[in-house]
């Protein structure tokens, strides 16, 4: 179908070419006119000169002006003497003066001879009249064009606009036809002549456009299915968790409880940079694999990816009781794994509750806070923040910052309280000694958490610091006391046992009350010594040298070989609470324990037992001959 524009220019030069193709009809009959009649005149002077009895070349030029119109005419003798002479001046102009120029049409001068009069005749005869009058019909012939065609062009749009509108409104049907269904036929006979490729080409593209979209869309489906996806682990990453955590739990109008936990792998970047990064990839996936497997125990479990070392777990509907169950089976897999990969630890895994409209924010926080407990602990250990854990306060705010604020205002300022609990011995020549337990404070005299407080301190690169305001505490408050004469127990983090500038420092802090070290007792959890048994035999070397004792607290929840007591040599070890909890019922760990003690006894290291709850707990630990015990039975801490 041509566009009006294109009717247009088609006419102008239909236009073009009928006014041309008349011109040079009329050009060419004009020429051939002004040709025969410069032969007749030719023959009229040629039979007049023969036949004339005059020989006068002037009078001969007069007769023949008047004769015939001519613009020129020379006679001369066959001396070539001018006889006579004479011109008009008057050139042909105009349009068809010039047609004829470009043509090539020339209006030539003629020669004759009249030898019987001795004379030469030239002339050329003057055509201006039939020019001019040439001219007034080629002017007319491009009068007449235009008034046609300014009648024609405008009925020609007014058609075609006709016939645009209409096309404009079937197209328009068609469009919202295919539209619907880009497949469906169009009736063609309901069509315009012509219509029907139109509608044939709309349908294909029309199919085209929707395969087209359809193709857009999938990809669209798979960049956002990308977006959400950890590369390494095909699961979803940290902008989905966020996302399924905004959608589905971050408001209070949906109600929804229950356990998100932060597994974190924490060999992945000593594992980078000693075996390569291909075995760090390999490490994450067996762990996402083990996890894979526990979560999938659960119903509605989600599983997530976090960032390079942490994945995330959403258990729907699970209780505090099913989270320890979960944790526990977890860390079964892992230990496993730690065996299997010969690796020092795998991986530790903080767990806290939620429900419905609590921020996300918090909960990453208190989760994190729960890991670096869970790393206090044995290998691959866990820990679970209950709701009613002082740590949810909201005067702690929650945060590295916050945490740091608090940390850093307990250090500048002292704000800790000691505590001592007893060990009571179980002969009277056994040697025990009393734990001293710390208690730190807020600016408004409110208790932390200790655990809490501790696992941040850890964290932040501030348990050093923390070891050393309690070391400098407890022998200030011995010696004001005048308690020389009492044994007393210290905590110590491993990262302080490690930490050489820290062993440097506690050297020469007991040497320099040798009386206060000798009756001190520094306990370093089983866990935190194996982690370098070659620094912490360096540590108990040193502590050994300047009189004071060393005991394995939280004994018999690592993997324990005899090698560890040969190599280390501590003084006392301090057995887990768990395995004390119910001893009375549990046959297993009475036997574990008889055989614990009878070794530690063979090569001269004291058995104490912690979190003795009961009188039928102690009656059977006293058979077992541990050396000592303590306990909420035996005495709750009180201020030292």
């Known amino acids: 179908m041509k566009t009006t524009f294109q009717l247009v220019i088609l006419q102008l030069i239909a236009a073009l070419i009928l006014i041309s193709a008349l011109i040079i009809v009329q050009l060419n009959f004009a020429s051939q006119q002004l040709q025969r009649a410069e032969q007749q005149a030719q023959t009229f002077v040629q039979q007049w000169t023969q036949h004339s009895a005059n020989r006068d070349g002037a009078e001969l030029g007069q007769q023949l002006r ?7 005419l020379h006679i001369q003798n066959l001396q070539g003497q001018e006889l006579y002479q004479y011109r008009s001046g008057n ?18 001068t003629q020669h004759i001879d009249a030898p019987q009069h001795e004379l030469q005749v030239r002339f050329q005869l003057d055509h201006s009249n039939q020019i001019e009058a040439l001219n007034s019909l080629l002017w007319l012939i491009l009068l007449l064009t235009l008034v046609i065609y300014l009648l024609i062009i405008p009925a020609l749009l007014w058609w075609q606009h006709q016939r645009l509108q209409q096309s404009s409104r079937q197209l328009n049907k068609v469009i919202e036809q295919l539209s619907h269904d880009p497949l469906q036929t169009i009736e063609a006979d309901k069509q ?12 294909v593209l029309a199919q085209q456009t929707m395969k087209k979209f359809s193709e857009m869309s999938a990809n669209a489906r798979q960049v956002t299915a990308d977006a959400y996806k950890d590369v390494i682990t095909g699961l979803p990453n940290r902008n989905r968790f966020v996302q399924y955590y905004e959608e589905q739990l971050s408001k209070d109008d949906k109600v929804d409880f229950g356990i998100f936990a932060i597994t974190r792998c924490t060999e992945l970047q000593s594992l980078n940079q000693t075996r390569g990064y291909q075995e760090g990839d390999k ?14 125990a659960y119903a509605d479990g989600q599983l997530f990816r976090l960032n390079s070392s942490d ?12 989270a320890e169950n979960f944790a526990i089976q977890l860390q079964s897999r892992l230990n496993q794994y730690q065996q299997t990969a010969e690796l020092e630890s795998v991986a530790y895994t903080g767990l806290v509750s939620y429900e419905s409209g609590r921020a996300l924010g918090e909960l990453l926080a208190i989760a994190d806070t729960s890991i670096s407990l869970a790393q206090t602990k044995q ?11 002082g740590l949810e306060t909201a005067s702690y705010g929650y945060g590295n910052q916050n945490w740091r604020n608090v940390i850093d205002d307990v250090l500048a300022n002292n704000r800790l309280n000691l505590l001592v609990q007893s060990i009571q011995p179980a002969k009277r020549s056994n040697k025990a000694y009393s734990e001293i337990l710390v208690r730190f404070k807020t600016q408004e005299n409110q208790v932390l958490p200790t655990a809490s407080f501790l696992a941040m301190a850890e964290k932040l690169d501030r348990i050093i610091a923390v070891d050393r305001l309690i070391i400098e505490t407890a022998l200030s408050t011995i010696k004001n006391k005048n308690m020389q004469d009492q044994y007393f127990g210290l905590n110590l983090s491993p990262r302080s046992v ?6 440097i420092w506690l050297e020469r802090r007991l040497l320099k009350d040798a009386t206060i070290a000798s009756k001190l007792i520094f306990e370093v959890t089983e866990f935190g010594l194996q982690q370098n048994l070659k620094t912490s035999k360096r540590f108990i070397d040193m502590v050994h040298r300047a009189g004071a004792r060393v005991t394995v607290e939280k004994f018999g929840v690592g993997i324990t070989s005899f090698k560890f007591f040969r190599d280390l040599k501590p003084d006392h070890i301090k057995m887990d609470g768990s395995y004390t909890r119910h001893i009375d019922e549990d046959k297993n760990n009475q036997y574990f324990l008889r055989l614990m003690i009878d070794l530690a006894h063979r090569i001269g290291v004291s058995v104490f037992a912690e979190s003795v709850e009961t009188q039928e707990e102690k009656h059977m630990l006293d058979s077992l001959f541990v050396d000592g015990c303590q306990g909420y039975y035996i005495g709750k801490p009180a201020p030292l």
């Open 91 to 108: 050139m042909p102009t105009g349009m068809a003066a010039t047609l004829f120029n470009w043509q090539g049409v020339e209006f030539s």
């Open 498 to 503: 490690h930490d050489d500038q820290f062993v």
């Open 311 to 322: 994945f995330g777990v959403l258990l729907p509907r699970v209780t505090a009781k099913g």
């Open 379 to 389: 290998a691959n250990a866990w820990h679970l923040q209950k709701e009613s854990s």
């Open 192 to 203: 315009p002549a012509g219509f029907e490729a139109v509608v044939e080409n709309l349908q």
């Open 283 to 296: 490490y994450i996936q067996e762990v996402c694999q083990i996890l894979t497997k526990a979560v999938h």
């Open 66 to 72: 008047m004769a015939l119109p001519l613009s020129q």
